[in-house]
């Protein structure tokens, strides 16, 4: 079965610093997708930032990046100049292409500090 | 606006009632999603269907019920027999393998947040 790991439930960060997130997968499958998603208090799940398994190259997104490991079955989420609008709840999800089911992180809390 | 929509927003439910939750998407996409959300909690998924007049049980089927007579449409009704239903309720929508940048990836509704009295 495959499971999606955040292991920091809760992290905290000053503004304008940079703060990394950490998740693990565990899958035997080669063709999936691997997605971070911010809910802030009002509870909408944001895309953030979404990688395909078969790209070695890691994808970005203005302030945010992932460091994909393949191998090690790692994908954490680097933000990047934190901003105050960052505070929020971040999933980490798993996708495998043979069932279009998503898999989610239990989440890690983040709160960006003036 | 392409977007997903759920209604309503917050909904009581007296111990012994079925409830039905909407959630409408106007994205085209192929797939929706049902997933319950706890306090402190990841998401887990109640159901989901990639097709109209289809749809698969998710970890979390027991007490819910769902149906797709069209594609732009997913409700779920939480019945009297799922024993502990308040909680936040998320529905989303994804495309299925197309080409393009969004392929694959989830969009999610506004919520719904549902207690029982």
């Known amino acids: 079965a495959q499971t999606v790991t955040q292991s920091q439930p809760e992290m905290s960060v000053q503004e304008a610093e940079t703060v990394t997130l950490s998740c693990t997968y565990d899958?035997?499958?080669?063709?999936?997708?691997l997605f971070w998603y911010k809910q802030p208090p009002s509870r909408q799940m944001i895309l953030v930032i979404r990688q395909e398994a078969y790209k070695q190259q890691n994808a970005t997104e203005n302030r945010f990046s992932v460091n994909f490991q393949k191998a090690a079955k790692s994908f954490s989420l680097k933000i990047s100049d934190s901003q105050l609008g960052d505070t929020a709840m971040y999933f980490c999800a798993f996708m495998w292409t043979g069932t279009y089911k998503y898999i989610f992180g239990t989440g890690t809390r983040l709160k960006v500090l003036a | 606006d392409g977007g997903i929509t759920q209604s309503p927003k917050y909904l009581f439910r007296k111990e012994g009632q079925n409830v039905t939750l909407s959630c409408e998407q106007n994205l085209n996409h192929d797939a929706m999603y049902w997933y319950r959300q706890d306090p402190g909690q990841g998401l887990r998924l109640i159901y989901y269907?990639?097709?109209?007049?289809?749809?698969q049980k998710g970890d979390i089927a027991e007490g819910y019920s769902v149906s797709r007579e069209k594609k732009e449409s997913f409700p779920l009704t939480v019945t009297s027999a799922q024993k502990n239903p308040t909680a936040f309720y998320l529905c989303?929508?994804?495309?299925?393998?197309?080409?393009?940048?969004?392929?694959?990836?989830?969009?999610f509704g506004p919520g719904t947040r549902l207690t029982v009295l």
């Open positions: 989303a929508s994804s495309t299925l393998g197309l080409a393009g940048s969004d392929t694959d990836t989830q969009y």
């Open positions: 269907s990639q097709i109209v007049n289809d749809f």
């Open positions: 899958t035997s499958e080669n063709n999936y997708y």
